[in-house]
């Protein structure tokens, strides 16, 4: 019997997130899945208004531009304000967006 990929992900999340007698082998197999499925992992954190492990997820992988943009308009939707704020802020640390302030006395 398999998986979907959606109970695969859940797995592995759960299993970073309590990782009773986890090898540290494991634990990288266990993070490349989540990190080969941040745009999926991001929509299930909101869907479940999980801001910590939102935050969990953003400390250990690399969303791109597209995953971040998609999260934040669910984040919107849901009027999730928490978790909408820590992805823009955690999105302008990524990618700034260029503009510098000079301020002329």
């Not at 941040?38 to 690399?62: I, K």
């Not at 308009?73 to 304000?81: D, K, N």
């Amino acid at each position: 019997m398999s998986c979907s990929s959606g109970e695969a992900l859940r797995l592995a999340w759960w299993r970073l997130r309590y990782p009773v007698e986890l090898t540290e082998n494991a634990a990288e197999r266990y993070l490349a899945y989540i990190r080969g499925h941040v745009p999926e992992a991001l929509r299930w954190l909101l869907e479940e208004n999980d801001t910590e492990g939102l935050r969990f997820l953003l400390a250990n992988t690399e969303p791109d531009r597209e995953a971040f943009a998609q999260a934040c308009g669910l984040a919107r939707e849901r009027q999730a304000t928490a978790a909408l704020a820590l992805l823009l802020e955690e999105q302008h640390r990524r990618f700034p967006s260029g503009f510098t302030k000079n301020f002329d006395l």
